[in-house]
């Protein structure tokens, strides 16, 4: 039962409702117009204190394309923050004017700690380093979509794996499936944190083999998953400035992968994927970032309780 629940973590989900939202999400990609009332009276609040393009308006996209209305805002300083409000009183007061929150914040934690004062569903749009659920969503309906099951698979995640929340949710997700083997490609600098490694590994007993090398393992997996080196975590700029260039993949790069590659990104992309491979019929993070309009009308339909 996912009404009126809060969405964090990835953990939040089970995989059978991490299948029901999925099973949702293609039945509204298949048939939109089906499901252009299912929130008619509803309002979604996003509280975007952050930038994003993808999340807030994928998610404005989904609450009206359902019938519901958008409030919200995409810049903290044009609301009372500016002011000195705090988390829990703006969010008291949003559950007074929306019957479901997104929240992007750079802290990590601030979303749960809206959750813990808020009287309507609180999602997590990504906290700082932390988690990013309704990326994961999106993911695996992308998977799903693509290689029809969630199961046997062989994911290379390549980049900036110690700050990437879109990597530690779809980590700790993907784990709980059937057969899941995992490729991780950073530089030593950006490995995934040591305890969620450890945890995911003694939990669900997945394998991961942790290298720096892009090149030797891109012919071994079916699918790709490319991120960025994400400027806004990094403490000095001479840091960034060595990594941000590690992995690039060009035409030639992947003349070495499976025909039957997917390849994703969850965007945005700044210059680990070189523009000529969007012509590539394996490339299809543009194509990810159109189901994530689906994977999010699926959750707040079933959040609010509308899934019928
Ligand atoms: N993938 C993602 O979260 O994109 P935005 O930062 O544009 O929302």
Known sequence: MLQGRHIIDASDLSVEELSTIVNLALKMNADPEKFSNLCKGKILATLFYEPSTRTRLSFESAMLRMGGSVIGFSDAETSSVKKGENIADTIRVLSNYAHIVVMRHPREGAPLLASQYSRV??????????????????????????KKDIRDIKIAICGDLLFGRTVHSLLKTLSRFPNIEFVLISPSEL?????????????HNVKIFETTSLEEHINDVNVLYMTRIQKERFFSEDEYIKLKGSYILTPEKLKHARKDLLLMHPLPRVN??????????????????????????ALIALLLGRSH
């Open 121 to 146: 569903p609180v999602i997590n749009g990504g906290d700082g380093g932390h988690q990013h659920p309704t990326q994961t969503l999106t993911d695996i309906l992308t998977i799903k979509y693509y």
């Open 191 to 203: 490995r995934i944190p040591y305890h969620l490694k450890n945890s995911i590994i003694e939990k």
């Open 272 to 297: 680990e994927i070189s523009y000529e491979v969007d012509m590539d019929p394996r490339a299809k993070y543009f194509e990810q970032a159109r189901l994530g309009v689906f994977a999010r009308m």
